[in-house]
């Protein structure tokens, strides 16, 4: 790997010191995450459940990411500052020292269990624990530079959430958060594999092992595909299981159908193993748009037949 130089910290002004701060915490992907959440609440409830209780599940759920988001920073701020889509962050650019940072992600660790522990319930704390445990030391500590089944595996941890969402209103778990939980892991390689293509050349400069660096991209694409079918298959067997009706049964079917043509264009662009950034960005986009539309449809769905 390149050797690299860090900015040493400097003094700022307070306002960029904070938005390094929150920067840290990568607030794009925790939106992401609080998406799948509430609507899984509603599921668990059958209902709306207490507003005091979204908002402390929604409170703990955002630090505990936000601290794991951190933890990541810190570990990885070498390769950080040798990928272009990176280079900016607040460890890189010197806004804090790794020791400031760590400290701010143990306590935002520290604060988050004890919001779920009090005011939700000890097993949504422990789950939200476990996913930051799994994520810096299972992912980022262990697979993302040693292996290219990283994020497969990896991906596990940003599937906690609905996991904590429907304990926070149950205080237990059951087949439905499973498979909600199976759906956002199968989803992660496809979402995080096209985005991957795009910066190809980042994660090879950095010695990442992501798939379309180690693999071609024609068998890229095609595992992109194979984990969307298995995906939109995986959201059609929830309707039944959890009892959803006919918004949801829909939903899923078209929102499934679409995700897996977009990945099928995809693999066919790669037909010469040369990379359709457009194409992948196409996808990437869509998987955001998919997972969101296909939690708050879910929600409806609910809300509709119960109202």
């Not at 005011?119 to 939200?128: G, H, I, K, P, Y």
């Not at 595909?225 to 929830?238: E, G, K, P, Q, R």
Request: hydrophobic share 55%; glycine share 6%.
């Amino acid at each position: 790997m390149p050797v690299v130089t860090i900015t040493a910290p400097t003094s700022l002004p307070i306002a960029d010191v904070l938005r390094g701060y929150v920067a840290l915490t990568k607030p794009r992907i925790i939106e992401l995450l609080l998406v799948t959440t509430i609507p899984t609440m509603v599921v668990a409830a059958n209902g709306i459940p207490a507003l005091w209780l979204i908002v402390d599940t929604l409170i703990g759920g955002t630090l505990a990411a936000g601290g794991a988001n951190a933890f990541n920073m810190v570990i990885d701020r070498d390769i950080d500052a040798i990928m272009e889509r990176t280079k900016k962050r607040p460890l890189v650019t010197g806004v804090m020292t790794p020791r400031a940072a760590t400290v701010f992600a143990l306590a935002l660790e520290v604060v988050a269990f004890g919001v779920l522990a009090i005011w939700v319930n000890q097993l949504s704390a422990w789950l939200a624990m476990s996913a930051t445990a799994f994520y810096v030391v299972v992912y980022t500590l262990w697979l993302k530079r040693r292996s290219k089944q990283n994020i497969v595996i990896g991906g596990a941890a940003g599937a906690v959430p609905v996991l904590i969402g429907w304990s926070a209103v149950t205080n237990s778990l059951t087949w439905t958060p499973v498979l909600l939980f199976l759906v956002i892991f199968i989803w992660t390689p496809p979402h995080f594999w096209a985005l991957a293509v795009r910066y190809r050349d980042d994660y090879e400069a950095a010695n990442v092992p992501m798939m379309p660096v180690v693999a071609s991209l024609r068998r890229t694409t095609l595992e992109i595909l194979v984990y969307s079918v298995i995906m939109w298959a995986l959201t059609l067997l929830i309707g039944p299981i959890a009892h959803l009706g006919w918004v949801y049964a829909v939903s899923a079917t078209v929102l499934g159908g679409l995700f897996t043509f977009y990945a099928l264009r995809l693999h066919n662009h790669a037909r010469h193993d040369r990379a359709d950034v457009a194409e992948a960005m196409r996808l990437f986009h869509f998987s955001i748009t998919y997972l969101t539309a296909l939690f708050v449809l879910m929600a409806v769905d609910v809300l509709v037949r119960f109202h």
